[in-house]
Structure formats: structure tokens, C-alpha cells
């Protein structure tokens, strides 16, 4: 049941007579067919059609989307006003977002926090109301066209109105199916760029990569990521597509993961942990945190873990765990005064089996 819109919102209402102070708002509320009032902008035309259209089960919640320019302002403030006050179309809650950076005065911010931004402010209403629509009919092209592939992704209806037609139209939703593989085998660095923006060598650094290894990692998530020289530094960062990735594999993981049930290994517990490591130091690492590492190879789909290296650079704490080659997983657990890496065989035989045991590596 569909009880909450978002409508994207552009400028061209701005300039029509209606917003002209002197105008009677009442007046406005009187016009008989606002879906196709021309002067009242394409938002409320494609709005009320997809009303009177019947595709709105309950009016609770309507979002209008605007950018951060003055017009923008003014129109999503007429539209959030027509839309809580007009007796036959008002909905429950109308809020107007306003989506920082999108605004068409600067190329650069625009492109790299504005559309950012947007997807980030879609995710934030997704997340709080799952039963909605998009109307992608006004507003800049290119945040037109994120939300209209947002609601691709996340398989929800969209609906867009050509100025010419009597209604909107629903776009017929592409047969999108996620590839787990770049997030399963990327984690660490997807997981570090939501978090922040990061120059070339804090990541370089974090991730303890040779550069060879990361220049090459870089080059196979060029579809997801931003890179960009600022004052000479290069900088790394999440594109609007990677934001939303990261959103649509989480949200398909959370969904199909309750469903999964692993066969549980066959290994005894005292056989399942192999150490390589002989250096004093990992070896006193793997007795101080004996305890914390027997809750990851003790869990029921772990068949093998087998240490490959220690790191004394780092001083965190953290559980991290991507896909590796043969269908094995790279763990690397980190506490104060250094990180272990290891190798684990389990008993997943799919990228998304695979997935469900990295959530519950993760929240050990």
C-alpha cells in the first residue's frame, strides 16, 4: 500500500503568476483542475494526476525534494502550502527537503556533494517510510535521473509526467539485479569512503595496500567512486551511483539474509584454527585475544582459519572480513597494538551465503 511520494521540485514554478504575493492563495485552492492548471508548475500537475489516478493509497506522507537555491526555496514553500492546505489533495505531512550542495551556481559542488547528497536524503526517507512512490517530473535533469534509477534499485514505482500528456505515466521498472561481487570483494574501501572523503595516500595507509594492488583496485570501481586533485592532493570519494550501491546491497542483504540457513560445519573446533605465524610478537597477539578470536572460528559455518600475516602498524578495533579468491573469505581482526590476518573456508557456496557470514563475522 503506498502512502508516501516523494516529488522531486525544480524552478519553474518561480516565474508563474500564482506565487506573485498579491495573488489570492485561496484563489488558487478554488482552481477547479490543478493537474492540468499549466500555470501552477509541472509538480502539482503530476502530483494531483498520480492522485486522481489512484495511485496514492493513503496521502500520509509527501516529500518534496528541492534543491539549495533561492527558487527552489520558493517553490517547494507554495507547494508545501498547497499541498497541507487544498481540501481535496493534501496530504498528512508535507515536508520540504532541501538537499545541500545541489545547486546549479557551482559544477564542482554540485557533481560532488549536491547529487551525493540527494541520493543520501532518499535513503534517509526510504528508510523511514518503505511504502512509497517517486514523481521525477520537475527538477534538474541530472537529479531527475538518480531518483528515477533510486527507485529502480530499490524497486519502487516511479512516475514521471510529459507536459503534453493528461496524466503521469509510470516508467516501466528495468529488471535490475545487484552484483555482490565489487562490494564482497571491495568492503574495506567501501566502508571507508561512506565514512569520509579520503586523499589517495590516508587510504593508501589505511587499507595497508601496496600501491600497485590499490591503483588497480581503483581502476576496477571507477563506476563508483570520484577521484579528484585538489590543490595538488588527490582526493578519493564516493560517487552518487557508489552511495546508492552501498544503499541497495545493504538493503537486499537486511531482506534476503533473515531467509539464509548454512550448513553447519563438520570440522571439530580444536581443528579448525591453523597458525602460520612463529614471529614472538603475532604469537603473543593471538594469546592476548585468544577469547575474541575463538567467537569467530567456534561460529557453526566456519570450517577453517588459517593465519597468513600480522601487522603491529595498526591500533584499532575492529572485525573486517571481504571475499577472497576460491570463494574464501580475508579476515582481518584488529585490537590495540596490531592486526592479524587470516584466511577462513566456510561452508557458503554463494555470493550471497557469503554475504550473511561476513554480517556475522562483522558483528562479533
Not at 26 to 40: F, Q, T, V, Y
Not at 96 to 122: H, M, P, Y
Not at 192 to 220: H, P, Q, R
Request: proline share 3%; no cysteine.
Amino acid at each position: 500500500m503506498i502512502d508516501t511520494l516523494i516529488t522531486t521540485v525544480g524552478a519553474s514554478l518561480s516565474k508563474s503568476k500564482y506565487l506573485n504575493e498579491n495573488f489570492p492563495f485561496s484563489d488558487i485552492l478554488s482552481i477547479k483542475d490543478p493537474a492540468n492548471e499549466r500555470e501552477l508548475g509541472a509538480e502539482i500537475n503530476s502530483t494531483v494526476s498520480i492522485i486522481e489516478d489512484g495511485k496514492i493509497d493513503e496521502r500520509k506522507n509527501l516529500y518534496l525534494v528541492h534543491s539549495a537555491t533561492g527558487s527552489g526555496r520558493k517553490v517547494s514553500t507554495f507547494l508545501k502550502q498547497f499541498f497541507e492546505s487544498h481540501s481535496k489533495y493534501s496530504f498528512q505531512n508535507v515536508r520540504a527537503v532541501e538537499v545541500e550542495g545541489l545547486d546549479n551556481s557551482d559544477q564542482f559542488t554540485f557533481r560532488t556533494k549536491g547529487l551525493r547528497n540527494l541520493i543520501r536524503e532518499l535513503t534517509k526517507i526510504y528508510t523511514n517510510n518503505g511504502n512509497l512512490a517517486i514523481n521525477v517530473t520537475a527538477g534538474f535533469k541530472a537529479q531527475t535521473s538518480l531518483a528515477l534509477t533510486f527507485g529502480f534499485m530499490m524497486k519502487v514505482p516511479v512516475y514521471y509526467r510529459y507536459e503534453s500528456f493528461s496524466k503521469a505515466m509510470e516508467i516501466p521498472p528495468l529488471p535490475i539485479n545487484f552484483d555482490l561481487s565489487p562490494w564482497l570483494e571491495n568492503k574495506e574501501i567501501f566502508d571507508l569512503l561512506e565514512l569520509n572523503d579520503m586523499t589517495y595516500n590516508e587510504s593508501l595507509m589505511e587499507l595497508g595496500v601496496e600501491k600497485n594492488s590499490f591503483d588497480n583496485i581503483l581502476g576496477k570501481l571507477r563506476m563508483f567512486i570520484d577521484i579528484e586533485k585538489i590543490d595538488g592532493e588527490k582526493y578519493i570519494s564516493l560517487n552518487p551511483i557508489g552511495e546508492l550501491y552501498i544503499f541497495a546491497v545493504r538493503n537486499q542483504l537486511n531482506e534476503t539474509t533473515k531467509h539464509i540457513k548454512l550448513a553447519e560445519s563438520s570440522v571439530p573446533l580444536n581443528k579448525r584454527f591453523i597458525s602460520n605465524e612463529s614471529e614472538e610478537n603475532s604469537k603473543k597477539f593471538i594469546n592476548k585475544h585468544w577469547s575474541d578470536l575463538k567467537k569467530i572460528i567456534e561460529l557453526p559455518f566456519i570450517e577453517k582459519v588459517i593465519t597468513t600475516g600480522y601487522s603491529d602498524k595498526f591500533d584499532r578495533h575492529r572485525v573486517a572480513a571481504k571475499k577472497y579468491k576460491d570463494g574464501k573469505l580475508k579476515i582481518m581482526f584488529s585490537r590495540k597494538g596490531g592486526e592479524l590476518y587470516m584466511v577462513a573456508d566456510t561452508t557458503a557456496k554463494n555470493d550471497l551465503e557469503l554475504a550473511y557470514v561476513i554480517q556475522k563475522i562483522e558483528s562479533i
